[in-house]
């Protein structure tokens, strides 16, 4: 239950909206969280928990090379 | 934004540095507390990449298996009232002291597994001359749901609030000096609620490194590789790998919706003692919704099953397969334990994968 999965905003209506799970819809509420559509959310128990950054995922795709890249300089 | 976190050669790389960092170390034993974690380590053979002196252990971030022998009797009591019960599946199968929710609906008890505390509202308000319960259990992910559901939910619906918070459970489990942990993964999707803040008291106060992590495999050997960098350079932080979600500051807007309707309380763990401020409580103004004060539900606390180890799992001193019981007398099918029942149980998840966990 503790599970917790990234959907894209499809469709916003009120407080819950339209998400996509990789080609599953469902609604979910978005009490939580400030969102618009097209933005990616971190759903758990029908709520969105938190938005997702593309741009901090590929900071940290990043640093995960330079982390390895000191190595191979040593 | 998933795939690059699996891929094979960065992981590769990742374990290589590990075992080059682990040759500078005596032993390190990691603890992850969510279940989710123990999923992805296993799920993609995690351990058996990391050399023999680097050991990951899980803990106690097993929502469903944390819930006491007498919280369930509560729901299975609630149920026994002829209430509706509303529960996540999880919950299910896991057996009280006598009973499980499942047994009391194959006698007739309405039961009913709901995704989200959103539908149980929903049965209450479609059903007003009903009385709906919802079963809440689950850390900080979970309690903003149930905080915001509460706040227009019908007066025909209430919870048995059984959620808990993990920093506590983390400061006991060092303080009891039970287990000796040198780092810990950090649950991301408890993380993303809380931020930063609630882990650093740990740190300064036990010098133990922590790694918030995500769930992908590359999140998991990064965390690792960067605690062991820590314990090399003999510094203790707390680093967030899984910046993609969670932000310093947590939600603060979740975090506000919580505290309008919880205060923390003090709750035994299955398996701890009663770990102080380590649970939350509906705070006065939402006392209509406490099933407990509303039905009046007293049951003795009977403890946990004979002979399960699940204490001990959630403590981290045993893995599943040490259980003497695991994969014989206690299966999916007919679990003894909770650990056994959840798919984030550390005995479920070995034995799903048939490993050594
Ligand atoms: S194998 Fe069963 S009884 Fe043993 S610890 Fe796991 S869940 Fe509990």
Redesign the pocket.
């Known amino acids: 239950m503790c599970l917790a999965i990234p959907a894209k905003i499809l469709r916003i209506n009120g407080n819950s909206a339209e998400v996509d799970f990789g080609g599953v819809k469902r609604e979910v509420k978005l009490d939580l969280v400030d969102a618009k559509e097209g933005d990616w959310v971190i759903v758990h128990t029908g709520y969105a928990i938190q938005t997702m950054s593309e741009e901090d995922a590929k900071e940290t795709l990043r640093y995960f090379e330079e982390i390895l890249k000191l190595e191979d300089d040593n | 934004m998933i795939t690059e976190f699996r891929d094979r050669e960065t992981a590769k790389k990742a374990c290589d540095r590990i075992k080059e960092i682990a040759k500078n170390l005596d032993h390190a034993k990691i603890m992850h507390v969510c279940g989710t974690h123990e999923d992805t380590i296993t799920r993609y053979g995690i351990r058996s990449l990391l050399p023999e002196n680097v050991e990951v252990i899980s803990g106690p971030g097993c929502p469903v298996c944390v819930t006491t022998g007498r919280e369930i009797d509560e729901a299975i009591a609630l149920a026994d009232k002829g209430l509706t019960v509303t529960t996540f599946g999880d919950m299910l199968k896991v057996p009280g002291s006598e009973n499980s929710l499942e047994g009391v609906k194959a006698k007739g008890g309405d039961v009913r597994v709901v995704y989200s505390i959103t539908d149980a509202a929903r049965i209450a308000a479609e059903n007003p001359d009903t009385d709906v319960v919802h079963i809440a259990i689950g850390f900080e992910t979970t309690a903003p749901s149930t905080a915001a559901e509460l706040k227009t939910a019908p007066g025909n619906f209430s919870v048995l609030c059984c959620h808990r918070t993990i920093p506590n459970a983390m400061d006991l489990l060092l303080s009891s000096g039970d287990v000796k942990v040198n780092g810990f993964i950090d649950p991301g999707h408890v993380s993303a609620i809380i931020g930063l803040g609630p882990y650093r008291p740990l740190t300064e106060k036990f010098n133990v490194p922590q790694v918030i992590a995500g769930f992908e495999p590359l999140d998991v050997l990064f965390g690792i590789l960067l605690i062991l960098e820590m314990m090399e350079n003999g510094k203790a932080e707390v680093k967030n790998e899984y910046s993609r979600v969670v932000k310093d500051e947590g939600n603060p807007r979740a975090l506000e919706i919580m505290n309008e309707v919880f205060q923390p309380c003090d709750v035994r763990w299955r398996g701890f003692p009663i770990i102080p401020g380590s649970g939350l409580e509906l705070k006065e103004e939402f006392s209509q919704y406490d099933a407990r004060k509303k039905f009046n539900i007293k049951v003795e606390d009977r403890g946990e099953p004979a002979?399960?180890?699940?204490g001990d799992?959630l403590k981290g001193l045993i893995r599943?397969d040490e259980?003497p019981?695991?994969g014989k007398g206690?299966a999916p099918d007919k679990?003894?334990?909770?650990?056994?029942v959840s798919s984030e149980?550390a005995?479920a998840i070995a034995y799903k994968f048939n490993k050594n966990a």
């Open positions: 002979g399960c180890r699940c799992i599943p259980c019981i695991f206690c679990p003894v334990g909770p650990c056994m149980g005995c």
